[in-house]
């Protein structure tokens, strides 16, 4: 336990916060404002205990108390994070706000894990996290509060087999009567246009906000806008790359940049959304063939039987179904077919999926023999790395092909890179080393000690 947590722990005991049979066991969350951690109760459950330093800035001690009180308000709600107490209390150098809440995992943290193993995220998960979002909105808007910064970050989910979407972190709700609201809060990804640039605020912004994270999650992790220079554009973005038509329509309709053009409540939202559930049956009925194929042809790929994990993968592939296709690059890539390879990953990764990107990242910076292939291949591995998909998730050969592109245009950055490779013994990384590195006497001992450890083996 190091130093600041051990002093924090230390607070909470004499403060009352955390009782005595209670016990901290790490911290799960930092941010600007507030610290997370995770608690074992008396009872032998878990919760998260979120503790806020109360600036003295007015605005932010206020944001952060209004925070407790929406929660406390939603707390009937059954996809609102429940609260269980909250309380102010004074510490050495501030005072502070101490929230015990549900211990629930993240969403980006959910989506990795169903990205990795699938390629996406189903249509009757998607429809769920819709329908669950629109839950939140319509208790808000009875309550005349709009939270202003629903994003992945925020969004909280129980159960695996049929998952629960739930909303968290109020703290920069605001009752709708005083709804003016200032630049820097809100996240730029999700964040309405009118919000972003200063202006007034209503109760379509959080439509925007919910449209704007279905669009990041059926458009391969990528948000409508690029940034603020786009976003003060106001063009209407080109549709996501994934979902029936039902769903592009309804999601572009959320984020229209003239809030008049978006569903005005939650009920407009929530008949729109039942017409899109009403119209991809068809569609999730193939997509759940597609994935039972990419199931089957795993097994007969684990058996190294890839003839017939070739075949059976083709038949999902014929359903559009993207781990099909990913599948299929990979038995490709193994039977040398390096052309073929790229076209299902290349596919595969331009429908979002991450995982492909960085195998396709793989194969080109293997294969690359100009700076055009080179650049492709930094383009996919960033992809994967902007859906939270880290090269170490793969293989550490990754660092040192993305370490080299580096090399040239930021030299220090691309050594870091390959230092991580030669860290896991990766041999080209070290023979890199050895000839550019300043440290080239520790990185040679390395390599001999490398070379004996092996011969031992």
């Known amino acids: 336990m ?7 722990r230390a607070m909470l005991y004499q403060e009352g916060v955390l009782k005595e049979n209670e016990k901290m066991i790490r911290q799960i969350g930092c941010g600007q404002s507030a610290e997370v951690y995770l608690v074992l109760s008396e009872d032998g459950d878990i919760y998260a205990l979120k503790i806020m330093k109360l600036e003295e800035h007015q605005i932010y001690q206020k944001h952060l108390r209004e925070e407790a009180e929406y929660m406390k308000l939603l707390a009937e709600n059954s996809h609102v994070v429940k609260i269980y107490d909250y309380r102010e209390f004074a510490g050495k150098e501030s005072a502070y706000l101490a929230l015990k809440m549900e211990y629930l995992k993240t969403f980006p943290c959910w989506l990795k894990e169903e990205i990795i193993g699938k390629g996406y995220i189903s249509l009757r998960d998607l429809w769920k996290l819709a329908s669950d979002m629109c839950a939140v909105l319509d208790a808000m808007e009875k309550l005349h509060v709009i939270h202003r910064d629903i994003k992945p970050e925020n969004i909280f989910v129980t159960g695996w087999e049929e998952p629960e979407f739930k909303l968290g972190d109020f703290g920069i709700a605001r009752e709708l009567t ?3 609201v200032v630049t820097q809060l809100g996240s730029l990804g999700t964040c309405a246009p009118e919000v972003a640039l200063g202006g007034e605020s209503d109760f379509t912004c959080d439509i925007y906000s919910v449209g704007a994270v279905l669009y990041y999650v059926l458009n391969g ?67 759940e063939y597609g994935f039972s194929c990419y199931q089957k042809a795993k ?21 559009g179904s993207i781990p099909c296709a990913r599948l299929a690059g990979c038995i490709c890539s193994i039977k040398n077919r390096t052309e073929e390879a790229y076209d299902y990953l290349e596919e595969a990764a331009q429908k979002g999926d991450p995982v492909s990107a960085c195998y ?45 592109y580096q090399f040239e245009q930021d030299r220090e950055k691309g ?4 230092e991580k490779s030669a860290e896991e013994n990766y041999r080209d990384a070290i023979e890199f ?3 550019h590195s300043q440290d080239r006497e520790s990185w040679k001992f390395r390599k001999r000690e490398h070379i004996l450890i ?3 083996i």
């Open 2 to 8: 190091d130093i600041a947590m051990r002093d924090m």
């Open 178 to 180: 005083h709804a003016t």
């Open 221 to 287: 992790m990528r948000y409508p806008y690029s940034g603020l220079k786009a976003l003060m554009e106001k063009k209407q973005p080109a549709p996501p790359v994934l979902g029936t038509a039902g769903w592009k329509e309804m999601v572009l309709k959320m984020i229209s940049a003239d809030p008049k053009k978006r569903f005005q409540n939650a009920e407009e939202y929530r008949e729109a959304l039942q017409e899109v559930k009403r119209t991809q049956e068809q569609a999730v009925k193939k997509e």
């Open 299 to 319: 097994g007969f790929f684990f058996q190294e039987n890839y003839e017939k994990a070739e075949e059976t993968a083709m038949e999902g592939y014929a359903c």
């Open 360 to 404: 396709l990242s793989r194969l080109l910076f293997r294969d690359a023999g100009n700076r055009m292939d080179l650049k492709e291949a930094a383009g996919y591995l960033e992809q994967a790395q902007k859906a939270g998909l880290y090269m170490a998730d793969y293989d550490y050969g990754l660092y040192c092909y993305y370490g080299k």
């Open 415 to 418: 050594l870091l890179l390959i």
């Open 433 to 435: 080393l050895i000839e």
């Open 454 to 456: 092996r011969d031992i």
